[in-house]
């Protein structure tokens, strides 16, 4: 059975991302599809609008086969580690043939010669990067300039730096750059991104909208309003977490845990946090004390720069609230890879893969976390539990749903 990875977030589902599946069925030849999902927290540092089951759900409704869980140590992280994590999940399976991401211009070979390049990090990359940032540019512009610079023969540096601007084609060469550095002969493909872009607010005249779009849909004026953009399957999912008080999740339902942590803790223990850099954390308790209103939004409109964007803000913020710690999520402890394979879901097809799965990865197949230790997966149950606490309706079942509740069978 020949089976093609895809790295997910479904926050929410779309049809867009309908689409994506089915190209990556159409573009591999794939018999079955193994998703790669972050779980509560998000790439970008923010909380699904839905919880990760269902998430799960939708994906397996709209074609996916196997849903894994993206640990929160790699979830919650800049596109390299990001990348790594959900690439290695997939390479660790032994059973995925292939891989198939969106992006903004379909132009695999580019992506793959720059990739190339980079898998082995040249001399003077990181150097570069930090004098760009001391020239004001952010994380994703100063890598985005640098790597340009060192466009291999036959990408002009100038299309390489548009190229590297779009964030898909950001995060496929990073999917790409991890395959380099595993070894893997999982073969890529991608798929080119159509109708909305990623970050476009509104949606357009089709079908097919961002993420950010529906999303702002939902907050405004709940599930109905994204009816036109997203599968009837997630539209009947929505409905039933909004009845259930279990969404939306956005910021906001943790202002009182987040302000609270970030308000009590001396400079010396922000600093240890993941992504508190550069002196983060004195412009945190500067910025706490003279905020207009105690609300999330409030803390990061007053904490984004230039050089700080939100996204990092976000991350910064996620990992404070999950008390994540610069030893936890070292670069060190990253490049070990993720140390097991949690399935979240899956349906016939993907039971039939999962036993296959279970003769052929070189990790713990897991699929009940309370048969199974591992430090990563102790802060996978405290990013849910930590989730659960922000829902309408507290329910502490849920809230350790890890524990209790099996993997999603469609």
Same mark, same amino acid.
């Given at each position: 059975?020949?089976?093609?990875?895809?790295?997910?977030?479904?926050?929410?589902?779309?049809?867009?991302?309908?689409?994506?599946?089915?190209?990556?069925?159409?573009?591999?030849?794939?018999?079955?599809?193994?998703?790669?999902?972050?779980?509560?927290?998000?790439?970008?540092?923010?909380?699904?609008?839905?919880?990760?089951?269902?998430?799960?759900?939708?994906?397996?409704?709209?074609?996916?086969?196997?849903?894994?869980?993206?640990?929160?140590?790699?979830?919650?992280?800049?596109?390299?580690?990001?990348?790594?994590?959900?690439?290695?999940?997939?390479?660790?399976?032994?059973?995925?043939?292939?891989?198939?991401?969106?992006?903004?211009?379909?132009?695999?070979?580019?992506?793959?010669?720059?990739?190339?390049?980079?898998?082995?990090?040249?001399?003077?990359?990181?150097?570069?990067?930090?004098?760009?940032?001391?020239?004001?540019?952010?994380?994703?512009?100063?890598?985005?300039?640098?790597?340009?610079?060192?466009?291999?023969?036959?990408?002009?540096?100038?299309?390489?730096?548009?190229?590297?601007?779009?964030?898909?084609?950001?995060?496929?060469?990073?999917?790409?750059?991890?395959?380099?550095?595993?070894?893997?002969?999982?073969?890529?493909?991608?798929?080119?991104?159509?109708?909305?872009?990623?970050?476009?607010?509104?949606?357009?005249?089709?079908?097919?909208?961002?993420?950010?779009?529906?999303?702002?849909?939902?907050?405004?004026?709940?599930?109905?309003?994204?009816?036109?953009?997203?599968?009837?399957?997630?539209?009947?999912?929505?409905?039933?977490?909004?009845?259930?008080?279990?969404?939306?999740?956005?910021?906001?339902?943790?202002?009182?845990?987040?302000?609270?942590?970030?308000?009590?803790?001396?400079?010396?223990?922000?600093?240890?946090?993941?992504?508190?850099?550069?002196?983060? +954390?004195?412009?945190?308790?500067?910025?706490?004390?003279?905020?207009?209103?105690?609300?999330? +939004?409030?803390?990061?409109?007053?904490?984004?720069?230039?050089?700080?964007?939100?996204?990092?803000?976000?991350?910064?913020?996620?990992?404070?609230?999950?008390?994540?710690?610069?030893?936890?999520?070292?670069?060190?402890?990253?490049?070990?890879?993720?140390?097991?394979?949690?399935?979240?879901?899956?349906?016939?097809?993907?039971?039939?893969?999962?036993?296959?799965?279970?003769?052929?990865?070189?990790?713990?197949?897991?699929?009940?976390?309370?048969?199974?230790?591992?430090?990563?997966?102790?802060?996978?149950?405290?990013?849910?539990?930590?989730?659960?606490?922000?829902?309408?309706?507290?329910?502490?079942?849920?809230?350790?749903?890890?524990?209790? +509740?099996?993997?999603?069978?469609?």
């Amino acid at each position: 059975m020949k089976a093609v990875g895809v790295i997910v977030e479904y926050n929410p589902l779309h049809n867009g991302h309908v689409y994506h599946l089915q190209e990556a069925r159409r573009l591999s030849g794939a018999d079955a599809v193994v998703a790669v999902m972050s779980g509560p927290f998000l790439q970008r540092g923010e909380p699904a609008i839905v919880g990760k089951r269902a998430r799960t759900e939708m994906a397996l409704h709209a074609g996916a086969d196997l849903v894994l869980e993206l640990p929160v140590a790699y979830a919650v992280q800049p596109a390299e580690w990001f990348a790594f994590g959900a690439v290695s999940l997939l390479h660790r399976t032994g059973v995925v043939d292939s891989l198939c991401f969106g992006s903004e211009s379909g132009d695999l070979d580019s992506l793959q010669r720059i990739a190339r390049v980079l898998s082995v990090e040249p001399a003077g990359m990181r150097e570069d990067i930090a004098r760009r940032l001391r020239e004001g540019a952010s994380y994703p512009a100063a890598y985005a300039g640098a790597a340009a610079a060192l466009a291999p023969g036959g990408v002009d540096a100038h299309d390489a730096a548009a190229l590297l601007e779009q964030p898909n084609n950001s995060l496929g060469l990073h999917y790409l750059i991890a395959l380099q550095r595993l070894g893997s002969a999982i073969q890529p493909f991608t798929a080119a991104r159509t109708g909305a872009a990623y970050h476009e607010a509104t949606p357009g005249p089709g079908a097919i909208a961002s993420a950010t779009a529906v999303r702002r849909l939902l907050m405004a004026d709940g599930p109905n309003a994204a009816a036109p953009y997203v599968p009837a399957a997630t539209l009947a999912i929505l409905h039933r977490e909004w009845q259930g008080g279990r969404a939306p999740i956005h910021w906001e339902r943790f202002a009182q845990p987040l302000l609270h942590l970030a308000a009590t803790r001396r400079a010396s223990e922000l600093e240890r946090i993941a992504e508190v850099t550069e002196g983060l +954390e004195h412009r945190l308790s500067r910025t706490l004390a003279q905020l207009p209103e105690p609300s999330v +939004e409030a803390l990061l409109n007053a904490l984004k720069t230039k050089r700080y964007t939100r996204t990092k803000l976000q991350r910064m913020l996620a990992h404070l609230l999950l008390n994540h710690t610069k030893a936890e999520c070292s670069p060190e402890q990253l490049a070990a890879g993720p140390g097991y394979l949690r399935v979240l879901g899956f349906n016939a097809q993907g039971q039939r893969l999962l036993k296959q799965m279970k003769k052929t990865a070189s990790l713990p197949v897991v699929l009940k976390p309370s048969t199974f230790t591992h430090n990563q997966l102790e802060l996978d149950i405290q990013a849910q539990v930590a989730y659960g606490l922000a829902c309408e309706h507290r329910d502490t079942r849920k809230m350790f749903s890890d524990y209790y +509740e099996s993997p999603v069978r469609l």
